[in-house]
């Protein structure tokens, strides 16, 4: 502490003056600092405001594609041809005539004439009752008859002689009539005493011993003719107007058997529960081999229609569910066609719908749509 104030003593001394004040002068080097620090901030704000803060990724060249190749299916041309046309429907077959045999009046049995499954003819005598009743009936109805005759041609006499009147003629007659009905009454009732086949058949049930009561109008037995036989099948409202009265027909019977028959009857009113048509087809059974009730396949010829044969494998749906074909057309175009199927068989289907002659895509054809460009080839198909 002493020695710095013993410094500043003798430099005061040395300059009497006292010391010297700092002055600056204009710095020109700290002016131009100042301008390119302003510059260099303009700079940043701009480059900033450039919107190039980070450098921006190159743009990707767009690479061009080439177009998808076509897709290869196999084709066969195929042409329509004439082809008949079936209707085909399961049926059951029923015997000509089926009918009950019943007592026309009341009385006993004396005697049975022929058993259950006997074949018999139109007239032929099933079964006779006691006519004991019927025959004092048929004497007293003939005994009046008799007297009212009498009387009639007494009152006529006695009219023309003047003695009779009118009017005893006119009882006479009316007694006359009465006695002459009673007596066609006596030999109704004897007619019905006897049971007999009202047509030819066979006697499928009877119910009828000797000595037994029967009351009239009571069920004894079942006859049925099966010569020929009917076969009734059920139609489709779609299909009633294929089928008319005449049409021939095949008839396969469960049994194995077949023949040849004829439409015979076609309904105009459809069934309240199936909305379906009775159609009946009658069937040649001289022999009487083929049995009532069985069940039967039955095919009738409706006509011929111009169709494809192809295979069920090439038919496909279109978007709305429509049964169909694709086909290429010339531009190798693939066109759908919606068909119908008119018959089927094991090997194939024959189908409308189609042009005459057309490409059937039978290979690839799920893997196109209508519309697409394909490149078709040629393929063999087999057909009738």
């Known amino acids: 502490m002493t020695?710095?104030?013993?410094?500043?003593?003798a430099a005061a001394r040395q300059d009497p003056a006292g010391p010297e004040r700092l002055e600056f002068e204009s710095d020109r080097g700290a002016s131009r600092s100042t301008w390119l620090a302003a510059l260099l901030v303009l700079l940043i704000v701009g480059w900033m405001g450039s919107g190039f803060i980070l450098p921006s990724e190159p743009e990707e060249t767009p690479v061009s594609r080439a177009d998808p190749e076509p897709v290869a299916v196999a084709v066969t041309t195929s042409t329509a041809q004439s082809v008949t046309q079936f209707f085909q429907a399961e049926g059951q077959a029923l015997p000509d005539r089926d009918t009950s045999l019943r007592a026309e009046t009341s009385g006993d049995v004396t005697e049975v004439l022929v058993t259950k499954g006997e074949d018999v003819t139109a007239g032929q005598v099933i079964a006779r009752l006691n006519s004991s009743s019927n025959e004092a009936d048929a004497r007293r109805a003939a005994e009046a008859l008799v007297q009212a005759q009498r009387e009639f041609d007494n009152a006529q006499a006695l009219l023309e002689r003047g003695v009779a009147t009118q009017d005893r003629v006119t009882e006479a007659r009316a007694a006359l009539a009465t006695a002459e009905a009673q007596v066609t009454q006596t030999e109704q009732a004897a007619e019905a005493l006897t049971i007999t086949a009202p047509f030819d058949g066979r006697i499928e049930?009877?119910?009828?011993?000797?000595?037994?009561?029967?009351s009239v109008g009571a069920d004894v037995g079942r006859l049925v003719d099966i010569t020929p036989l009917t076969v009734a099948i059920q139609v489709p409202q779609q299909s009633l107007t294929r089928l008319e009265?005449?049409?021939?027909?095949?008839?396969?019977?469960?049994?194995?058997?077949?023949?040849?028959?004829?439409?015979?009857?076609?309904?105009?009113?459809?069934?309240?529960?199936?909305?379906?048509?009775?159609?009946?087809?009658?069937?040649?059974?001289?022999?009487?081999?083929?049995?009532?009730?069985?069940?039967?396949?039955?095919?009738?010829?409706?006509?011929?229609?111009?169709?494809?044969?192809t295979s069920p494998s090439v038919v496909s749906l279109d978007t709305e569910g429509a049964l169909g074909v694709k086909t290429v057309n010339?531009?190798?175009?693939?066109?759908?066609?919606?068909?119908?199927?008119?018959?089927?068989?094991?090997d194939g289907i024959w189908v409308t719908g189609l042009p005459e002659t057309v490409d059937v895509i039978t290979v690839g054809q799920g893997f196109v749509n209508a519309g697409e460009v394909v490149a078709p080839a040629a393929q063999e198909m087999s057909g009738e």
């Open 205 to 214: 049930t009877l119910d009828l011993d000797a000595g037994e009561f029967v």
């Open 330 to 346: 010339a531009d190798n175009i693939v066109e759908f066609y919606p068909i119908q199927v008119v018959k089927a068989q094991i």
């Open 245 to 309: 009265v005449g049409q021939p027909a095949t008839v396969r019977f469960i049994t194995g058997e077949e023949r040849e028959g004829t439409v015979t009857f076609v309904g105009t009113s459809a069934a309240s529960e199936t909305r379906t048509f009775l159609a009946e087809i009658e069937v040649p059974n001289a022999d009487g081999v083929i049995p009532a009730g069985i069940s039967a396949e039955v095919i009738i010829p409706t006509g011929q229609v111009t169709a494809h044969f």
């Open 3 to 9: 020695t710095e104030k013993h410094d500043t003593d």
